[in-house]
């Protein structure tokens, strides 16, 4: 963890160079805990792109969520989602510093996650809100799933997880594929049942965490996003998330 006095956050980048003061807020729990979190994501997160200070961030964070109440634990955990994915667009070097402190982040944010998605009272608190269930599920998912899985469903969330934009190999495409309307060309996964624990089927998990919001968005389209795609044009079978990548990389 690297102390927040130290020259290195000077060369780090933000999406408006606030990081330092608001991290001072937190810690020194100055102000309102929701509005200075909120601010921080946003400086971290903001328009899903990946910033440097975010890994040097993260163990800080990690540290102040595990002293805060249960309520205040998951809305810093659903805040940090967003950035946290973003990492999946440009990874970290894993023998770089940088990898070091966000995994270090990762290391302490993880099992905080997993014990809130087995806590009563944090299910009570997710059922509540249903923005703030999916918002913790998507961070859960980035936190201790998949990333790059994590950052196609903030992308999806533009459109609220009902349009999807894909591409196979042989040159067919679809900026706006109506996951909704479940067409011929998706073939649904089974996400089975959740069993509380994070191990095994990454999408019964996540699903099972969707559910104790009662969130119906992002779990319709699950199964899609989990399922395979064949290509209208060339007849190839390959993962949607397959797809996804490949229209990202092609924009």
């Not at 905080?112 to 998605?117: E, S």
């Not at 509540?128 to 469903?153: K, N, P």
């Amino acid at each position: 963890m690297i102390e927040l006095n130290s020259p290195v956050w000077l060369t780090l980048d933000s999406a408006s160079g606030g990081v330092g003061s608001l991290l001072d807020r937190l810690l020194r729990k100055e102000g309102d805990f929701r509005e200075n979190m909120e601010a921080l994501s946003e400086e971290l997160g903001h328009q899903l792109s990946y910033y440097s200070a975010t890994a040097y961030a993260l163990p800080h964070l990690a540290a102040l969520c595990a002293g805060l109440p249960e309520e205040d634990q998951i809305f810093l955990i659903a805040q940090i989602g967003p950035a946290v994915a973003a990492e999946a667009d440009q990874p970290l070097e894993p023998a770089s510093a940088a990898f070091q402190e966000f995994q270090q982040g990762l290391e302490g944010l993880g099992p905080l996650t997993k014990r809130l998605a087995a806590s009563p009272e944090a299910a009570r608190l997710l059922a509540e809100d249903v923005e703030l269930g999916q918002q913790f599920a998507l961070a859960a998912l980035s936190i201790v799933g998949d990333r790059r899985h994590a950052y196609g469903l903030y992308l999806l969330s533009s459109s609220c997880w009902e349009e999807g934009a894909v591409a196979c190999e042989c040159g067919w495409e679809e900026e706006t594929l109506p996951l909704a309307e479940r067409p011929d060309c998706l073939i649904p996964a089974s996400t089975g049942p959740w069993d509380g624990q994070f191990t095994g089927q990454e999408a019964a998990w996540l699903q099972g965490l969707l559910a104790l919001a009662g969130d119906d968005q992002i779990s319709s389209a699950l199964p899609l996003v989990y399922g395979m795609g064949v290509c209208p044009d060339c007849g190839k079978r390959e993962p949607f998330w397959n797809w996804l990548y490949r229209f990202l990389e092609d924009c």
